[in-house]
């Protein structure tokens, strides 16, 4: 995946003029006292990298000593909007580490976070997590994830969070075609599904591969593979590889479908708000909102939760940093 990236962009670039001990002061300012300045968190934790805001989060130490960044924003701030402002100044793989260890905590496993997060990581990024997972924990990934997962998901799971699919940019289009048949033949071909074969395929292809494998798919059998998927599967391991299947096609196409899910109904689901917002503003935040215009007729934007300086926080996010007193700035795209 990571090397599919070259062409797509975030919302977030590195401020030109920064000083990391200003941007200190400036955000001690802001929660010393009686009353938090939430306009200068905004301003300055959505519109500095994530490599600057490391920068901030150490000379903020030095600034107040005995303090960091974390608690401070923790103790001045609630809700979705402190946990937003919380993991735009932690680390990504350390930011992913936690999401994954949040997902598999408790009373049943959160699957959709796993997935999400499994189909969009490159391997690097995979065994960066697993690696910080480790050190936070000292337990093992592969382990844990074993524990709390099953069946041909847990199979499909573990080769993913082992970072093990191929990274030749090179296309083999005799293999494409292999492939695609022995889909075909452990699908719709036959009484009952082969799992195994999409799990093998999906799970340890490169993605320029893949997508040579989608059109001889479509070619041999007349339907997508993600048709075929959904039609002979159920479950994780369905949501799983049709995931993979998208992510294969377009990414940021995948993570718009995840944010809509995220905001329909009755309710948002912050959480996933904020891990896509967060973990994708350097990679392909804009690209993300671009394909949620092109799938729903409407900005993300409006489907934004009302709760105020938490909305102009993830405003400025994607649009840039563009944030005002009084509302926003900028038309709705």
Not at 47 to 74: F, H, M, N, W
Not at 178 to 197: C, F, H, I, V
Not at 233 to 249: F, H, N, P, R, T
Request: with cysteine; net charge neutral.
């Amino acid at each position: 995946i990571s090397g599919l990236l070259n062409d797509l962009e975030g919302s977030i670039k590195p401020k030109a003029d920064f000083n990391a001990k200003d941007d200190a002061v400036a955000l001690r300012k802001a929660m010393k006292g009686l009353g938090t300045n939430e306009k200068t968190l905004i301003d300055v934790l959505t519109q500095r990298s994530s490599g600057q805001r490391q920068l901030i989060c150490k000379a903020y130490q030095e600034e107040a000593p005995g303090k960091t960044l974390v608690e401070d924003l923790e103790g001045d701030n609630h809700g979705h909007f402190e946990d937003l402002l919380v993991a735009l100044v932690t680390p990504p793989v350390i930011y992913d580490c936690q999401e994954v260890t949040k997902a598999m905590k408790g009373v049943g496993t959160k699957d959709s976070v796993l997935i999400e997060i499994f189909a969009t990581r490159s391997n690097k990024q995979m065994k960066e997590i697993s690696d910080a997972y480790l050190k936070q924990t000292e337990k093992k990934l592969t382990l844990d994830l074993k524990k709390e997962t099953s069946g041909e998901f847990a199979k499909a799971i573990l080769i993913l969070a082992e970072g093990k699919r191929d990274e030749n940019t090179q296309v083999d289009a005799a293999k494409a075609k292999e492939d695609a048949k022995t889909l075909y033949n452990a699908g719709e071909k036959k009484w009952g599904t082969d799992e195994s074969k999409f799990i093998d395929i999906l799970c340890q292809r490169s993605i320029p591969q893949l997508r040579q494998t989608l059109v001889e798919y479509k070619t041999i059998s007349g339907k997508s593979l993600q048709e075929s998927i959904e039609g002979e599967m159920s479950g994780d391991l369905e949501e799983l590889l049709v995931a993979i299947v998208k992510c294969v096609k377009n990414v940021p196409a995948y993570l718009a479908e995840r944010l809509h899910q995220g905001m329909k109904g009755g309710g948002t689901d912050e959480c996933t708000l904020n891990r896509i917002m967060v973990s994708r503003s350097e990679i392909d935040m804009l690209d993300i909102r671009a394909e949620f215009k092109k799938l729903y007729s409407y900005s993300l934007l409006k489907k934004c939760p009302d709760m105020l300086t938490y909305r102009q926080a993830l405003y400025s996010i994607k649009l840039k940093g563009v944030y005002t007193d009084c509302g926003f700035n900028g038309q709705l795209q």
